[in-house]
């Protein structure tokens, strides 16, 4: 049974680094998925942020892509998000998820980590 | 501002079917097949229901369906039940490697 699981910080300063990681587990993350991470603010709708492949390769949402940094490491089955200069528009629940390379659906969702920006 | 856009909420009573819009552009939801849809109840994290604009994942109830015409995708929810109130949410690919447009989300309300 695939799992995954935030883990991270989850409270920040403004203009902190947010940097939450995603243990897989059930599968490797070198399987042919992309991994990625969607966040949803409290009370509103559902955001992607970005996806990493299997093979390495990031694709970003073009409106965060100059804050955000995604990484994989497959040694020990994990990806990891960075978000830079965090403000408290920030504030969020963040999802990892598995995304099907051939649909693009979102098959596998973590439970959840919240992250608050407050000073 | 989501990329799509979405009724803010639908009702309807049990036995009843439901139709939520999701309309994007032909940079989006026009212009692939890459149309997914989830259904996300209070404090739990979203749950695909429909992938590739009209696919249902096993285990999925076939009273949920999905369709497309031009830039606009629907679901609609047949036979109505009270488990059915919650959030949903469309995504779709779209234009420059953009792997999740979503919608903003349409509230159920069962009555």
């Known amino acids: 049974q695939q799992q995954l699981r935030e883990s991270g910080p989850g409270l920040l300063k403004p203009s902190e680094t947010l940097s939450l990681t995603c243990t897989v587990s059930?599968?490797?993350?070198?399987?042919?998925?992309?991994w990625g991470w969607i966040r949803q603010p409290p009370g509103k709708g559902l955001e992607w942020i970005g996806s990493v492949s299997y093979s390495g390769r990031p694709y970003y949402n073009p409106s965060r892509k100059s804050r955000v940094t995604l990484s994989v490491d497959t040694s020990k089955n994990q990806f990891s998000l960075k978000l830079n200069s965090v403000t408290a528009a920030d504030t969020a629940v963040y999802y990892c998820v598995r995304q099907i390379v051939a649909t693009l659906g979102i098959d596998y969702w973590g439970q959840g980590a919240l992250v608050t920006v407050s000073s | 501002q989501a990329a799509l856009t979405q009724p803010a909420s639908v009702s309807g009573s049990p036995g009843q079917s439901i139709t939520i819009s999701c309309t994007g552009t032909?940079?989006?939801?026009?212009?692939?097949?890459?149309v997914s849809w989830y259904q996300q109840h209070p404090g739990k994290a979203p749950k695909l229901l429909i992938y590739e604009v009209s696919n249902r994942p096993s285990g999925v109830s076939n009273r949920f369906s999905g369709s497309k015409s031009g830039n606009t995708a629907s679901l609609t929810i047949s036979g109505l039940q009270a488990e059915d109130e919650a959030h949903y949410y469309c995504?779709?690919?779209?234009?420059?490697?953009?792997?999740?447009?979503f919608g903003g989300g349409t509230k159920l309300t069962v009555l």
């Open positions: 032909s940079s989006d939801v026009g212009g692939y097949k890459f």
């Open positions: 059930g599968d490797s993350i070198s399987s042919r998925y992309y």
């Open positions: 995504s779709s690919y779209g234009d420059n490697n953009n792997l999740g447009v």
